[in-house]
């Protein structure tokens, strides 16, 4: 995954509307822009600019079926952050760990 890409997902993920929309599609993949807006305290048009953020990092795929525009979560660039970027922190806490333990028994 380039720096950007990254870097976009990172973006996307800032916000807590799109955040709340990926939850949406976590629990039911495959929704309309009426489902997805349903109960939110955002408009319509807020929720169409929130998911072309979330389609432009790739996180949201949509596809038409007939009249409808299904939105399906993509989990591939979260996951490819996770495993490239964040991982790295985990290494360094588990190091530590591990030096504090060793630091104890002597």
Same mark, same amino acid.
């Given at each position: 995954?380039?720096?950007?890409?990254?870097?976009?997902?990172?973006?996307?993920?800032?916000?807590?509307?799109?955040?709340?929309?990926?939850?949406?599609?976590?629990?039911?993949?495959?929704?309309?822009?009426?489902?997805?807006?349903?109960?939110?305290?955002?408009?319509?048009?807020?929720?169409? *600019?929130?998911?072309?953020?979330?389609?432009?990092?790739? $996180? #949201?795929?949509?596809?038409?079926? %007939? +009249? &409808?525009?299904?939105?399906?979560?993509?989990?591939?660039?979260?996951?490819?952050?996770?495993?490239?970027?964040? *991982?790295?922190?985990?290494?360094?806490?588990?190091?530590? $760990? #591990?030096?504090?333990?060793?630091? %104890? +028994? &002597?």
């Amino acid at each position: 995954m380039s720096r950007v890409a990254r870097d976009t997902v990172f973006e996307a993920l800032a916000d807590d509307h799109r955040r709340a929309l990926l939850d949406r599609l976590r629990r039911r993949n495959g929704q309309t822009l009426a489902e997805l807006c349903q109960g939110l305290a955002i408009t319509r048009q807020a929720v169409t *600019k929130h998911l072309k953020v979330l389609e432009a990092a790739n $996180l #949201v795929l949509a596809t038409r079926q %007939g +009249r &409808e525009k299904r939105h399906y979560l993509n989990p591939v660039p979260i996951h490819a952050v996770a495993m490239r970027w964040l *991982k790295q922190f985990d290494a360094v806490r588990l190091e530590a $760990l #591990v030096a504090g333990e060793a630091g %104890g +028994r &002597e």
